[in-house]
């Protein structure tokens, strides 16, 4: 049984065909600085606790579990803070060493949602939203709506996934052609 992390999650939204290439072919990928698919960065030591506490309020958290290491069938994790909010709901919370430019990146927004579903599982509530702080603005805090649809997204994300590496199946091309001007495969990629 296949155990995704997020990121990899990610890059498959990115590009089914990556997947392929890196879990099939096993060709690992260049990763350059043109390269669109973010890796998260490590901040623990950049977090500040009384920042956080802070942060918890501003939230309306009633209660918090730090470095969470979660997992499903099909996907595991590290959540930089689960919070219980008070209408009974979760949330997971994440910390980017990054500055916010007015602009939430389609992978923060799916990190969290990977997060949501890895969250609903091991905690058995509901999750509708999630937070992310932004290290070098401030700690400048986002909220990111989730819906069941951006959820079911990744849940059959994991279920293609698999399917691409266990049965050899080669996916095809993303629809979105700018997207390979850059990338990593595009020399062995028949698009
Ligand atoms: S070249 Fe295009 S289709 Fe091929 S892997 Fe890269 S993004 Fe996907």
Redesign the pocket.
């Known amino acids: 049984m296949y155990s995704f992390y997020p990121s990899q999650v990610i890059e498959y939204l990115?590009?089914?065909?990556?997947t392929y290439?890196e879990y099939v072919l096993r060709i690992p990928q260049f990763e350059d600085k043109f390269h669109k698919v973010q890796r998260g960065r490590n901040v623990h030591q950049e977090k500040l606790e009384q920042n956080k506490s802070y942060l918890r309020k501003k939230i309306g958290a009633v209660e918090k579990w730090p470095d969470q290491y979660l997992s499903i069938e099909g996907l595991r994790g590290k959540v930089d803070e689960v919070l219980l909010l008070e209408d009974g709901s979760y949330a997971p919370l994440d910390y980017k060493f990054a500055e916010w430019k007015e602009r939430l990146y389609d992978t923060y927004r799916q990190q969290l949602i990977c997060y949501a579903v890895l969250i609903e599982d091991n905690f058995g509530g509901e999750v509708k939203k999630g937070f992310l702080v932004y290290i070098r603005s401030s700690n400048k805090l986002i909220k990111v709506d989730i819906n069941e649809k951006a959820k079911e997204e990744i849940k059959e994300s994991m279920a293609a996934m698999a399917e691409i590496i266990s049965k050899n199946f080669f996916p095809k091309?993303?629809k979105f052609?700018q997207?390979?001007l850059n990338?990593?495969?595009?020399n062995i990629?028949i698009?």
Request: glycine letters at 0%; hydrophobic letters at 25%.
């Open positions: 990115y590009c089914a065909r990556f290439f091309a993303t052609k997207r390979c990338c990593t495969y595009r990629c698009q």
